[in-house]
């Protein structure tokens, strides 16, 4: 994944063509789009196919599950064309490894550590640098953590090092992008804040252009 603006498109809405035209009009300023469930559920997995035409897709499937299951999961979203997927960490690490594994050489694996929204301050909050740990073991390209608490993205890269950080939570959620970029956040992820407004393109510039302001 290119690091130039630091921002990444997180693509739930869940109109094909809407979603199409969205990813057509950011793909130049956004240096990744994440999908999610939502967009996969409604428009089918070939969209992971036809945005990788467009830009590097992260698939946020937030595989919790087996090793053998998450193998499945992230041979089919790597095959179809995604450069990462996201996977949970508190399945512990011969999941997490086998993430890895399945991924190595064709694609990146993120973790999650602690969730943006407030219900993520009850469970995982507290065990988040445990949970980063897991990841780091695993060899995983990045972390997940989030824009909603600066504070804790700075508590995260203080266990992991120079490994990347991705935060969503700008926008909707609250948070700001360059205060996430200032606490040690390399992209930010941003959703509805984009994709919903009437003119994502100049929204996304705008992020883009406040990232820049503290790099
Ligand atoms: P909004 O519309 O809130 O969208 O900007 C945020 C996107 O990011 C996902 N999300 C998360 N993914 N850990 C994750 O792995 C998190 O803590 C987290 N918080 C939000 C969300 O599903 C949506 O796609």
Not at 50 to 72: M, Y
Not at 124 to 152: H, M, Q, S, W, Y
Request: with cysteine; charged share 25%.
């Amino acid at each position: 994944m290119r690091k130039s603006s630091r921002l990444i498109l997180a693509l739930d809405e869940t109109d094909r063509e809407k979603a199409l035209d969205i990813a057509d009009a950011v793909s130049g300023t956004v240096d990744a789009i994440k999908i999610n469930w939502p967009l996969v559920l409604s428009a089918g997995p070939e969209m992971i196919t036809e945005l990788s035409r467009r830009s590097d897709v992260i698939c946020d499937f937030k595989v919790a599950d087996i090793p053998n299951t998450v193998h499945l999961i992230v041979d089919g979203a790597l095959g179809r064309g995604a450069s990462a997927v996201i996977v949970h960490s508190f399945t512990g690490s011969d999941s997490m490894k086998e993430a890895v594994d399945t991924a190595a050489g064709r694609g990146n694996i993120y973790a999650v550590t602690e969730m943006s929204h407030p219900g993520g301050k009850e469970f995982t909050a507290p065990n988040a640098e445990a949970l980063a740990l897991v990841g780091v073991r695993c060899g995983v390209k990045g972390f997940i953590a989030p824009a909603t608490r600066p504070d804790r993205i700075a508590a995260i890269r203080k266990v992991i090092g120079d490994r990347e950080i991705l935060s969503p939570g700008v926008g909707a959620q609250g948070g700001s992008a360059s205060a996430a970029i200032s606490a040690g956040a390399d992209y930010v992820i941003v959703g509805r804040a984009i994709y919903k407004s009437d003119d994502p393109s100049k929204v996304a510039g705008d992020i883009a252009d406040e990232i820049r302001t503290v790099l």
